[in-house]
């Protein structure tokens, strides 16, 4: 009955002369986009229309009460960087937005970064919220590689999520508050030998096709999942 909605956009391509082409090097605009919403605050939006906006350095989330977002998977970050690199880096933040976007090649694969979205945790308490996101993984037996990378998360990190699409690796994150209501396609790799485990990692609904197994987890860590669906993969979980 209620729908929150922005409290000011700033757009890539009217604001900041993105071109959302696949070929202009986009990083510049993209960052201050960001830039701008982060300063603003208020709720206010980092918007990516339709477009491929390709960057050649990591793009960094930070700060408080904004969204970065686009209209759908036509809204994609891609990499034009060097090998190895990460294209979106989130640290600290506080009750940030990531929505309706695409980040990496999220099908074919054919980037040469490593990770496409990389949240750290710092020990400042921070809430992050990913809904209608999608990385690397769909279809694809690359279980280890690029998705989305939470690592070092603590007591104070919560992660929200209402929906995602690709890979997910959850790496020395125990002790955080981490809920999927909606995730699909990709692995999910659950790992870390730090022993502060008093959090969750919940998964309410995953769907997962064609991998070769859908679910690793490591180091005996821990994983609560009410609904998992698998078809066409190799195995199921190890």
Known sequence: SEVPVPGRVFDAKVDFGAKGDGKTDDTIAVQKTIDA?????????????????????????????????????????SWGGKAGGVIVSVKEPQNIIMEHISIGDYEAGKMNNDIDILQTGTGKASRMTYDGVTVYGMYRKDTFRKGIHFTNLGSNDIVSVPCIQGNLRFINSGPAKILLECSYEGAIVVEGKKRDRNGILGFMSRLSTFNDYALYIKNNNSIVMSDFYVEQSNNGFQ
């Open 37 to 77: 919403a982060r300063k603003h605050g208020k709720r206010a939006i980092a918007y990516f229309p339709t477009g491929r906006y390709k960057v050649s350095k990591t793009i960094n989330i930070s700060g408080a009460n904004y969204y970065v977002g686009g209209s759908g998977n036509r809204s994609q970050l």
